[in-house]
Structures are given as structure tokens and as C-alpha cells.
């Protein structure tokens, strides 16, 4: 008998090839079929793993990475950890300038990772000198042999999906799904993933998730940015206040706008009724399917396949926290389903 041992050379070996799930309880009262693609298997929880390493192995095919490089990002924190894991197995060194909206679990996970954090203003222009874009292409300048991956101005984003995620989904699917529906914020996932499947069949319908107070829904259907569209909103990694130009509009037939309240609820619904703990945005992408049901968009025979980006360990501190809910006032006006009580023993 052959003596070998059934293991990976490394972590990265894991990524990609996650599962599809078909949503049961949660998609009850919805008409159509649903099927989830879990992104949290990712050996770093979530869908960045798939761009941070085919973004870095591209670089190093290039010739443009050698031993003891940096590798600079502006991030929400899942491509920071992402691009983390990668260096640590690759010998980089990785800076990560992230949005003072990210959770401090995010921040902290990142550092716990050996990467340098720079936490910078949410809210200020994208001109502005302190907006993690400003300070990472500031850190690049100042760092020698660094590059900067700039997933929201990188096309191997998007194509680091068009390579896995969107031909994982047509095999797991036979073919036959119908609806795409996901989130959008650097666009990467949603317009790698939908370009593959509308190669394989045009009628693939594909619906995006914006945010209220991003402006991609409406640049979408104007070709204009709208300032007015743009306002503070919670959700991390969805929706943006810029037009990225890792995002093909031309792939995408509509969007879908969700609150920051109704997202938090569908997440922590999905987690009690399906007992997948997902993060902020698979709450929106659920909700967006839920109005696109209600608007009629799906029949008995549709075949949906939703994008679930990550991990919910990610939101212990925000929508996972009755505390933070109550703060934000998603908690006052509705009693929260079955969320049990604390019993404490004296
Ligand atoms: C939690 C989460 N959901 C969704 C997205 C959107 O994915 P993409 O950037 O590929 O559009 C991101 C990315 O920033 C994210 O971090």
C-alpha cells in the first residue's frame, strides 16, 4: 500500500471551490429556487481569498514581486485579511489603510494577521489626503518594491472571477441557473462572475446590490455619478461612493437598492433559519431577493443563485451585537424574532 499523506502543501491550496446550498426555511414563503454560494470556506472566510492570491500570483508571474516586497491595500478589512494569509505564506510584507467603519474585530483580526493597519476617516471625499485610498497610494510612493493591489482599479479583480467563481457556479448549477443576484461594491464579484455565466448563456439574468447612499444604482442607469446619492450608511463592502472601474456595468441588467436595518435583520434571519452564520452583506443580498420576490421577478422554475461574501464572526460587535442594534435603532420598533435570552445563574 502506498504510503502517502492526504494533505495540502499550504493553506492557499483551499481557496476556492466553495460549496452551493440551497436555502430551505429562509426562502419558504419565496417563489423559485434558491441556492446560496458560500464564500465563508475560503480558508480566510471569505470571497477576497480568490482575488488576493490571483491578483498576487499574477504580480509574481510578471516578475513584479520579489522576496521581502510590500504589498500595499485599501480594504473593509476581508481583502486586508485575505491579502495577509497570502503574504505570510509568500514571505511579504503587507500594509492595509482601512475605513474607520470597519469593526474593530476586523481591525484587529488584520494585526492579529502581521499586517500594518492605518485606520483612516470613513467619511471624507476620496480626494481628500486622509481617504485610505489617498494614504495607501502615499505609502506605495514612500515604499520601495511595493505594489498596491487597488481592487476597486484593478481588472484581475474582476477577472480572478470570471476565472473561478463564475465557472464553479455554471458546473454546480448544471447550467441552469436562471438569477444572479450579489452584492456590489468593487464590483470584482459580481461582473467577473456574471461575464462568465452570460458567455455561457445570455439569458443568465444578474441583479446587483446597492446600498441607499451609493451612487452605482443610479450610475447605472444614468451613466452619471449623482453627489446626492451619496450619504453615510453602515454596511461594510457594498456600494460605494465612486464609480469603480473594476465594475462592468455592461454585464449587469439591474440593481437593487437595501437598508442598512432590513439587511441586518434578513443576516440574522438567515443565520436562526438556515444555521449559517453570514455576514452584513449576505443579510443585504438576501433582502435584495426578498423585494426582487415581492416585484414579481422569479417564477416556480427560476433557479437563483445568491453570493454570501462571509464569515458572521466578522459582525460579533455590530450586527450581531443587541447592543449595537439597539444603538443604531434597528432593535427599538420591531420585536426580534427568536433571539433567546441570556439566563444566568446564580
Ligand atoms: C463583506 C463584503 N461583501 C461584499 C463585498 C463586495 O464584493 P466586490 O468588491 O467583489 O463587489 C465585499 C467587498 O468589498 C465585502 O467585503
Keep these: 500500500m502506498e504510503n502517502k499523506i492526504d494533505a495540502h502543501d499550504n493553506i492557499l491550496e483551499l481557496i476556492g471551490n466553495t460549496p452551493l446550498v440551497k436555502l430551505n426555511r429562509v426562502a419558504d414563503s419565496l417563489t423559485g429556487n434558491f441556492y446560496a454560494k458560500v464564500e465563508a470556506f475560503n480558508p480566510g472566510h471569505s470571497s477576497k481569498d480568490r482575488i488576493a ?3 498576487i500570483e499574477e504580480a509574481e508571474r510578471q516578475g513584479i514581486l520579489k522576496e521581502g516586497s510590500t ?17 505570510i505564506i509568500k514571505g511579504y510584507d503587507c500594509i492595509l489603510a482601512v475605513s474607520s467603519k470597519s469593526s474593530p ?6 494585526r492579529s494577521m502581521g499586517a500594518k493597519v492605518y485606520v483612516c476617516p470613513a467619511h471624507v471625499a476620496p480626494e481628500d489626503p486622509r481617504s485610505y485610498y489617498q494614504v495607501a497610494k502615499r505609502l506605495h510612493e514612500e515604499t520601495s518594491d511595493s505594489i498596491y493591489i487597488n481592487q476597486y482599479f484593478n481588472k484581475l479583480n474582476t477577472e480572478a472571477h470570471y476565472k473561478t467563481t463564475g465557472p464553479e457556479i455554471w458546473k454546480q448549477t448544471n447550467g441552469q441557473i436562471t438569477h444572479l443576484v450579489a452584492c456590489s461594491g468593487t464590483g470584482g464579484t ?23 447612499g451609493s451612487v452605482i444604482k443610479k450610475y447605472h442607469e444614468t451613466r452619471k455619478i449623482d453627489t446626492n446619492e451619496i450619504y453615510p450608511y453602515r454596511i461594510e463592502g457594498l456600494g460605494k461612493n465612486l464609480i469603480p472601474s473594476s465594475t462592468n ?15 441586518a435583520h434578513t443576516a440574522r434571519e438567515i443565520s436562526r433559519t438556515e444555521g449559517m452564520f453570514v455576514g452584513y452583506t449576505s443579510g443585504a443580498v438576501l433582502q435584495a431577493v426578498k423585494q426582487l420576490n415581492e416585484a414579481g421577478e422569479f417564477t416556480k422554475y427560476s433557479n437563483v443563485v445568491v453570493i454570501f461574501p462571509d464569515h ?16 443604531q435603532g434597528f432593535l427599538n420598533n420591531k420585536t426580534e424574532e427568536a433571539v433567546q435570552e441570556i439566563q444566568f445563574i446564580k
Excluded: C, H
Design 105 to 110: 474585530d476586523k481591525i484587529d483580526m488584520l
Design 312 to 327: 458572521g464572526s466578522r459582525y460579533m460587535s455590530k450586527v450581531y451585537s443587541d447592543q449595537w442594534m439597539t444603538d
Design 71 to 87: 504589498i500595499i491595500e485599501t480594504t473593509s478589512g476581508n481583502t486586508g485579511f485575505s491579502i495577509a494569509m497570502v503574504s
Design 249 to 263: 456595468f455592461d454585464v449587469i441588467d439591474s440593481f437593487v437598492k437595501v437598508t442598512d436595518e432590513e439587511s
Design 53 to 55: 492570491n490571483y491578483i
Design 190 to 212: 459580481i461582473s467577473g462572475t456574471a461575464q462568465f455565466l452570460k458567455e455561457q448563456n445570455p439569458n443568465v439574468k444578474v441583479i446587483g446590490v446597492d446600498a441607499y
